[in-house]
């Protein structure tokens, strides 16, 4: 079953008449609903506000990092384990091919289900697993691999035994480590890229967004409550924050907005990952006419305009 969001009614309502005259056989009617629920999609996607678009980010049906491995990656085989504490499910890293290209994917899973949940701690990474990542990452190195790395979670895991185990640690080092790769890599939050959880895995060349996906230091629901007191004030943060693709390209923090359809990726899976996979390939090639030295200069140059401000 489709879920739909509360401002997609119309699109459900018309899906279900489409539905109902499929049963009965009116092939007149579908023709005709179906012109109609083209030009509902459209006047309800085109004018999304912020919220809407944060809500599309955490949309349960929209493609997962597995989701995008298991389309893109050939030949793939998973990688396990930090080699010092355990193996942190909500991170997931595996080799394989994309287009021919060998690569290591690097990415944080949500899971689907309150069992897969459970066990990928709701995306939201343990010590251990960035630790994996960056011994992944640090092998990628080893062999001169691309690394693509898949953003989504709400955040690092918050609880006590992360902080006995070095949560900020391990974040922390994953920044200096990964900004210091000699390999080729390309970020891209597909969903939801919360605070230190999603930097820790977002140090890269290049920094892409799909178009409704969120990033941000913190959740909305946080921000409000610090800021007012009132976690309800979510929509308010939402809207001053500044966390969507759109507005996270205008202030240069990310290279790259990935085209997902206009409908969203959660209702055109296919489409969206067809358009991530293109965007690492094309970004690939051209940091293929780039020697190193000029690769990570540009990638040092980046990270530095972080927080870049004028005095007037």
Known sequence: MATYLDFENGIKQIDEDIANAKIKGDSHAVEILEKNLSKEISKTYKNLSEYQKLQLARHPDRPYALDYIRALLTDKYEIHGDRNFADDASIICYMGYISGRKTVVIGEQ???GTKNKIKRNFGMPHPEGYRKALRVAKMAEKFDIPILFLIDTPGAYPGIAAEERGQSEAIA???LELSQLSTKSVAVVIGE????????VGVADRVAMMRYSVFSVISPEGCAAILWN????????TKAMKITSDDLLGLKLIDAIIDEPLVGAHRDKESAIKALGAYYIQSLEEMDLLSQKERLDKRYERILSHGAYETR
């Open 173 to 175: 080092r994953n920044l």
């Open 110 to 112: 949500k899971g689907r």
């Open 230 to 237: 009132d976690p309800t004030k979510q929509e308010n943060a």
């Open 193 to 200: 890229g919360g605070s230190g959880g999603a930097l820790a």
